[in-house]
């Protein structure tokens, strides 16, 4: 009767154990930042794109940004259980550039600063608007001809 005891104790504290460890929490990082190092090798006024693509790299949003500034950006999400993904880090340089390609100035932006930096801002339209799914069933009854639904399309001999 003992060993069968010992049996199931162990058993319920492998399945308490394995319960906590599925609500730890995970973290995920994304994206990249170059160290503060490479940045301090970075002179203000005398690199240009070129130098500064061969020291640290040329960002993802390169070709969005090729006349505007470079963005580096990172962040650390963290996963807990049942509950949504929480930001915990973010972190965005931005190296901006002359007319002339010349370094103009070097920013290191954080969660904290509160700032919001939108890389992108292209937005499609819907050309579709106040219309329902009826009206536009129903508004194109009048525009179908005979001719039309054999593949004639708008060619008047038909």
């Known amino acids: ?3 069968l005891f010992q049996t199931i104790k162990s058993g319920i504290i492998a399945v308490l154990l394995l319960t906590l460890a599925a609500c730890s929490a995970t973290f995920e990082n994304h994206g990249y930042i170059p160290p503060q190092e490479d940045l301090d090798l970075i002179t203000v006024g005398v690199d240009t794109r070129d130098t500064v693509a061969d020291s ?3 960002p993802t949003s390169f070709g969005v940004l090729q006349e505007g500034g470079w963005y580096y950006a990172q962040s650390r999400w963290r996963y807990f259980a049942y509950k ?3 930001v915990i880090d973010r972190q965005v340089v931005a190296i901006t550039f002359d007319k002339d390609g010349v370094v ?3 920013e290191r932006f954080t969660l904290e600063d509160g700032r919001v930096i939108a890389l992108s801002r292209r937005v ?5 608007k106040g219309i329902g799914f009826l009206r536009q069933l129903l508004g194109n009854i009048g525009n179908l001809t005979p001719g039309r639904l054999i593949g004639g399309g708008t060619d008047p001999r038909f």
């Open 104 to 106: 103009e100035n070097i």
């Open 84 to 86: 949504a993904p929480q």
């Open 56 to 58: 640290i790299g040329r």
């Open 1 to 3: 009767m003992s060993i």
């Open 124 to 128: 499609t339209e819907s050309n579709v």
